[in-house]
């Protein structure tokens, strides 16, 4: 039974570029939370999808956008990097959107991008 | 502002001491979590906790959510190396917002 993966693992990108990041949930899952987690802090909540729609949204501008696809995987893209946006992007799936909380989140090892 | 205060933010301590780890808010949640999150890896749920004064326990771990549901706290007995990690809480309004999380050493 695959857990969460996700890709890459590592990326380097330069400040005013795009990254695109990937996810594929957990077998039988169908809804994806992506979070950033700077270095020192807890994870901050991007966004949520279920049904190839956003449901949620945390406090992050429109440079973060993302899609789910039928399959349930989604990507996270990022446009006009900063170097604010170095971190861990963590992609966590679960059944149902539901309420937060409701469920268990199964988290990905995330994928590390570093901006200069 | 964080809307969950971990405490402490670092925690150092000898095999087989014991410990306390802290949440708390302001706010009042429907239910709040706790993770455990080790270097390189993401966030486990160790526990999820929905009635206020409810108390859970796993093996050596003690979980404790507050009467009022503002806050909580993670207690481990005769702490193990295998215990190092990165503890976070997440409490549940309209989303799941994590607070900062409390690094645990457990030094053999």
């Known amino acids: 039974d695959a857990g969460v993966t996700q890709s890459p693992t590592h990326l380097i990108k330069t400040r005013g570029q795009q990254v695109t990041l990937r996810c594929s949930p957990k077998?039988?899952?169908?809804?994806v939370s992506w979070y950033q987690q700077a270095l020192g802090q807890g994870p901050q909540f991007i966004f949520q999808?279920?049904?190839?729609?956003?449901?949620q949204r945390g406090n992050f501008p429109d440079r973060f956008s993302g899609h789910q696809f039928p399959n349930y995987s989604s990507e996270l893209n990022v446009n006009a990097l900063l170097l604010g946006d170095s971190a861990l992007y963590l992609c966590?799936?679960?059944?149902?959107?539901?309420?937060?909380?409701?469920?268990?989140?199964?988290f990905g090892e995330g994928s590390r991008l570093t901006v200069l | 502002t964080q809307l969950l205060e971990q405490s402490p933010q670092f925690l150092s301590i000898q095999e087989g001491e014991n410990l306390t780890v802290y949440c708390n808010s302001s706010?009042?949640?429907?239910?709040l979590q706790w993770y455990r999150q080790e270097p390189g890896e993401g966030p486990v749920l160790l526990v999820t906790?929905?009635?206020?004064?409810e108390v859970k326990k796993l093996k050596r771990l003690t979980f404790q959510f507050g009467d009022a549901r503002k806050d909580s706290s993670l207690h481990i007995t005769a702490a193990q190396p295998g215990d190092t990690g990165l503890y976070l809480c997440?409490?549940?309004?309209?989303?799941?917002?994590f607070g900062a999380g409390t690094t645990v050493t457990v030094r053999a």
């Open positions: 966590a799936s679960s059944l149902g959107p539901g309420g937060p909380g409701t469920g268990e989140l199964f």
């Open positions: 077998s039988g899952h169908d809804t």
């Open positions: 999808y279920y049904e190839e729609e956003e449901r």
């Open positions: 706010s009042v949640f429907s239910s």
């Open positions: 906790v929905v009635t206020g004064g």
């Open positions: 997440a409490g549940a309004i309209n989303k799941l917002s």
